[in-house]
């Protein structure tokens, strides 16, 4: 039997969500919002096309005919129209629904959802290098005054509790601009054994090598982080030149000692960068606090910002050495390029990504102070999850975080066994439900993050796991 690949759709599931008696057919409303928004944009570009004296009679009566299309699209929508199509913004590009026609569980979307503010911001600065409009000298990103680049650089130190802040174009970069300043070939890295990959491909940018900390019940702990340190000493008679530990790691979403390391670290006098890809933004995080010399996180993970987006806070002592400036001549010109940061290229986040990352950054603020209420629901749903007889929770528990490993070998997975469309039937339950984010096809081991669910999200995704159950003949238990 055919198994369902990407772009081929669960056969009927869409036929039999609507069978469930929906009050609304999000999806169909969605393709009209979106013709709707699209059609506004086309009024827009009106505007482009025109001279700065004003409209011709001809563009004013395009301006008319636009408008009334806007005005007909949102008034279909007002009144429920069911069956809007699909349409293509241009060839083969679908418009993304996911986030409004359904639950998105996906393990590494959830806290890089745009914010209202950032979307808005995303239309008025889409444009190439819409922020550089006054960029005057030093001509630099992080100088820019108009919109408050330098501002929310500022401000940004401050929230992550180090000395100096950039903005970087992912987690990735942040690591890469501080192993690339401190190791050299041969040098070696100690990492967490829940490192994730682009740590390691940073350090063997580098030519450096990595050594990871293995785990207990998958957690690394400051013990075990000195215990490898005293490994590379012994093997190569010097001490590493860099620690790298998640805070959360990215398979299991547990916390690890990182207060514990970073003490470590402190007594061999070696730098310690805290991987913050799955904290900062979601819950309050502070560098010095923590003990980090180097603190990155990720935009686009955990800051409500668009792709590729990150941040890297440095404390002063390191930031001559991480935020060095050319020094390079041209020797046929003789240029030179001022202030430009080596590591950052001399700019990096431009346009869209930065202006998200801005236009976010009030919510994101506010929303750490949330985080023990996320946590909640994390919890709230894992508790439920485990009625299903056989769910097991891999990750640790209580939960710290609402990102979960969860293991349904001995459950979900026992219908896959059985089932004409094998895993795929809980994707497609779970679909005709309105979830989207699980593993397509998977029932054994997968993730999911409810991370900004409202309450009656993680109370409806908690009973379709339940009905699911139910429907199979899987035991549930009060
Ligand atoms: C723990 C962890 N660190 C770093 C990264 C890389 O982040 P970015 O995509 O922002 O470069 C990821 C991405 O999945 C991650 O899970």
Redesign the pocket.
């Known amino acids: 039997m055919r198994s369902t690949h990407e772009g081929r759709k669960p056969y009927n599931v869409e036929v039999k969500a609507f069978q469930r008696g929906y009050t609304m057919d999000k999806p169909s409303q969605m393709y009209l919002l979106y013709d709707a928004l699209f059609a506004l944009e086309d009024v827009r570009e009106l505007y482009r096309k025109s001279l700065p004296t004003g409209f011709t009679e001809k563009e004013k009566a395009e301006l008319t005919e636009r408008v009334q299309k806007v005005r007909t699209l949102l008034e279909t929508l007002e009144s429920g129209d069911k069956s809007y199509p699909m349409k293509y913004i241009t060839d083969k590009l679908e418009p993304r629904i996911r986030e409004e026609a359904f639950i998105n569980i996906q393990p590494?979307q959830a806290a890089g959802r745009l914010t209202p503010e950032a979307r808005k911001a995303l239309i008025a600065y889409g444009d190439g290098y819409s922020v550089c409009d006054q960029c005057l000298s030093p001509f630099r990103l992080d100088k820019i005054t108009k919109p408050p680049v330098q501002e929310f650089h500022q401000e940004l130190a401050e929230f992550l509790g180090m000395d100096v802040a950039r903005v970087v174009p992912?987690?990735?970069?942040g690591?890469q601009a501080v192993v690339s300043s401190l190791v050299e070939k041969g040098d070696y890295v100690v990492l967490s054994s829940f490192?994730?990959y682009?740590?390691f491909l940073a350090v063997e940018q580098a030519g450096g090598k990595a050594k990871e900390i293995p785990s207990v019940n998958n957690v690394v702990t400051g013990e075990a982080c000195a215990q490898k340190i005293e490994e590379v000493k012994k093997e190569t008679g010097v001490l590493p030149k860099l620690i790298m530990v998640?805070h959360?790691?990215?398979t299991y979403g547990n916390e690890h000692e990182v207060r514990g390391i970073a003490q470590r670290a402190r007594e061999y006098n070696v730098p310690f960068l805290l991987?913050g890809?799955?904290s900062v933004g979601v819950m309050p995080v502070n560098g010095k606090e923590i003990g980090a010399d180097f603190i990155?996180g990720?935009?686009?993970?955990s800051m409500a910002s668009a792709?590729?987006?990150?941040v890297l806070g440095v404390k002063s002592e390191w930031a001559d050495k991480i935020f060095r400036t050319t020094k390079v001549t041209g020797d046929v010109t003789g240029r030179t390029f001022g202030i430009k940061e080596v590591e950052m290229l001399g700019c990096t986040l431009m346009g869209a990504t930065l202006i998200t990352m801005m236009a976010s950054f009030p919510t994101v603020k506010e929303r750490v102070r949330h985080w023990e209420e996320e946590v909640k629901k994390s919890n709230y749903v894992t508790t439920q999850f485990k009625r299903v007889q056989g769910s097991a929770i891999l990750s640790e528990e209580p939960r710290k975080h609402t990102l979960t490993h969860v293991d349904t070998t001995e459950s979900f997975d026992t219908v896959a066994k059985i089932h004409k469309r094998k895993g795929y039937y809980f994707s497609d339950e779970l679909k005709e439900r309105g979830i989207l984010g699980q593993f397509a096809g998977a029932t054994r081991r997968w993730k999911l993050n409810v991370y900004g669910l409202t309450w009656e999200q993680i109370k409806y995704l908690s009973e379709a796991f339940i009905e699911i159950a139910e429907k199979y003949g899987l035991p549930v238990t009060g």
């Open positions: 590494i992912g987690a990735r970069r690591f490192a994730h682009t740590e998640d959360f790691d990215y991987n890809a799955y990155v990720s935009g686009h993970k792709a590729p987006s990150g």
